[in-house]
Structures are given as structure tokens and as C-alpha cells.
């Protein structure tokens, strides 16, 4: 295995760069996460798009949370409630910009004419289910931002200046 790929993708590391690369990973697990049960609940049982964008989003979030703490941040079991609780707060603020931005999206994406005359050309049927996709490729970017950047610099921050003490197998004490 090269060095490069260890030290991105195994090694623990309290390093910007990987850490963002393996929160990249993370986060497209979540998004998919996110995404089918976004489409799921829009398409097949017809649920308002702020529940089912925000169901989606929530359990994208706890996912996260747990996929965080095993492969990018160090977790202190000290500190468990506070990363959890301050990790599920992020995620509502970033719940609320992921709704804002598909709310919003959604309903000014269909007047764009530019967007609407590409869409025709190609052939594409202009759907509200098409505009609250488009509207969250747009917050999934943004939000990943927002996530990423608040984890690291609110919540673990602490545990990578004093990491927790670790047993011989690496497993915090």
C-alpha cells in the first residue's frame, strides 16, 4: 500500500487535508444515506419536502456522527454525550440550511430561465422532484463545508490538542 493512501486513509492523523478527504468519503455515504430517504419519502409516499428533507438529513447526520468518531476525529468516551449532543446540533443548523436551500432552490429554480431552457433542450421534464434535486446537489456542497469545518474546529478540536490516552490495540481509554 503506498504511503500516500496509508496516511489519507488509515493512519490516524489529526492532519486538515486528510481529514477532509476521509469526511468526503463519509459524507458521500451519507448523502446517500440522506438522498434515498429524501426521494423515498417524496416519491413513494408523497411525504411535504421539508419532512422528508429533513428526515433524510437526520439520519445522515447520526451516521455521520458514528462514522466520525471510528475513522476521522478522535473521540474522547469522556466526552461521548458532549461530541454527540454537539455534533447533533451542528447538524441542525446545518438542517436548517439544507432546508432553506431546497425550499428556496425549488421555488426559484423553476423561474431561472437559463436552467429551464437547458433543461428543455435536453429533453429533461421539469419536475418539483428534478428542482428539489438540483437544489440539494447545490446543499449537499454547502453544507459538507459547514459540517466538516464546525466538527473539527468546535466540537473535536480538544481531543486533538490532548488525545485521549489509547491501550496497546489503539483503543481510547
Not at 446545518?94 to 425549488?106: F, K, R, T
Not at 435536453?122 to 459547514?146: D, H, Q
Amino acid at each position: 500500500m503506498s504511503r500516500i493512501v496509508k496516511k489519507v486513509f488509515v493512519e490516524r492523523t489529526d492532519k486538515l487535508l486528510p481529514q477532509f478527504l476521509r469526511y468526503i468519503w463519509v459524507g458521500a455515504a451519507t448523502t446517500l444515506i440522506d438522498w434515498g430517504i429524501l426521494n423515498m419519502l417524496l416519491a413513494g409516499f408523497g411525504v411535504d419536502k421539508r419532512i422528508a428533507a429533513a428526515a433524510g438529513y437526520m439520519t445522515g447526520v447520526v451516521a455521520n456522527y458514528f462514522l466520525c468518531i471510528a475513522w476521522i476525529f478522535r473521540s474522547d468516551p469522556r466526552r461521548r454525550l458532549f461530541e454527540f449532543l454537539g455534533s447533533m446540533a451542528i447538524g441542525a443548523v446545518g438542517l436548517a440550511m439544507n432546508d432553506l436551500i431546497i425550499v428556496w432552490g425549488s421555488e426559484l429554480l423553476p423561474r431561472w430561465s437559463l436552467l429551464s431552457s437547458v433543461l428543455e433542450s435536453l429533453g429533461v421534464p421539469r419536475t418539483e422532484l428534478l428542482y428539489v434535486n438540483i437544489s440539494k446537489a447545490v446543499s449537499v456542497v454547502t453544507v459538507l463545508a459547514w459540517n466538516f469545518l464546525a466538527r473539527k474546529y468546535l466540537i473535536f478540536r480538544r481531543n486533538e490538542k490532548n488525545p485521549p490516552s489509547l491501550d496497546k490495540a489503539g483503543t481510547p481509554r
